[in-house]
């Protein structure tokens, strides 16, 4: 029973190409949210969404977009790729309650190779 | 602002020492403090947290203590084993926004 699942968990590709990464949670949480880590193992949040609307958009290209369809997923559609995308991007969910202290579940992990 | 720093690794001990890994923290609020774990190859996994100042948490022998005095949250344990090779990140949350530290690599050896 995987809470916070991640297709796919490898993706390799050419510069210049269009992809997507799917989440899905089935834990119920409210909110979710994609990550970047480098290769330095320093995670950057990008995004997150609280039932279906966006409320976090960090600093990133606009080439990055992310999509949920319903609150239960969270996808990520990066277009025209570049060498500087190749990292291990991370879903994650949380419940979404007033005191926002409850803790994140993360999934399994995306490495995007950009070659 | 809020932000979390904690110390640069690697860190690489013998099996059954005691380790310790620095965490300290600014916030405005009262944030939580979490402490993750990231296996080879693996995603983030919480280890423990701590909801309030003074409160410990605790997890597979790792323990750490929410000290609002001087804005920390060490990460400890009596002693470690070489399946504690791992990357562990110190975060705060405020307002259901996340700020992780840089990570900390942690080599145990035989």
């Known amino acids: 029973d995987t809470a916070v699942s991640q297709t796919p968990k490898y993706l390799v590709t050419q510069m210049g190409n269009d992809k997507s990464i799917k989440c899905e949670q089935n834990?119920?949480?409210?909110?979710m949210y994609w990550y970047k880590q480098d290769s330095k193992k320093f995670l950057k949040i990008m995004f997150s969404?609280?039932?279906?609307?966006?409320?976090i958009n960090e600093t990133v290209p606009n080439r990055f977009s992310p999509k949920s369809p319903d609150k239960a997923h969270l996808n990520l559609h990066i277009n025209s790729l570049e060498l500087g995308d190749s990292a291990v991007y991370f879903c994650?969910?949380?419940?979404?309650?007033?005191?926002?202290?409850?803790?994140?579940?993360f999934g399994p992990g995306t490495r995007l190779t950009v070659l | 602002g809020n932000s979390v720093t904690q110390m640069e690794g690697p860190v690489t001990l013998s099996e059954e020492a005691f380790l310790t890994i620095n965490c300290t923290y600014t916030?405005?609020?009262?944030?939580?403090l979490f402490w993750y774990v990231q296996y080879p190859g693996e995603g983030l996994q919480l280890l423990l947290k701590?909801?309030?100042?003074?409160d410990k948490g605790s997890n597979k022998g790792f323990e750490a203590t929410y000290r609002k005095e001087t804005t920390s949250f060490h990460l400890e344990k009596g002693s470690v084993q070489v399946s504690d090779s791992a990357v562990y990140f110190c975060?705060?949350?405020?307002?259901?926004?996340?700020?992780f530290g840089s990570g900390t690599k942690l080599n145990v050896k035989p």
């Open positions: 701590a909801t309030k100042a003074d």
């Open positions: 994650a969910s949380s419940q979404d309650v007033a005191s926002g202290r409850d803790e994140q579940f």
């Open positions: 969404y609280n039932n279906k609307e966006l409320i």
């Open positions: 916030a405005t609020g009262y944030p939580s």
């Open positions: 834990l119920g949480h409210d909110t």
């Open positions: 975060a705060l949350t405020n307002f259901n926004k996340f700020y």
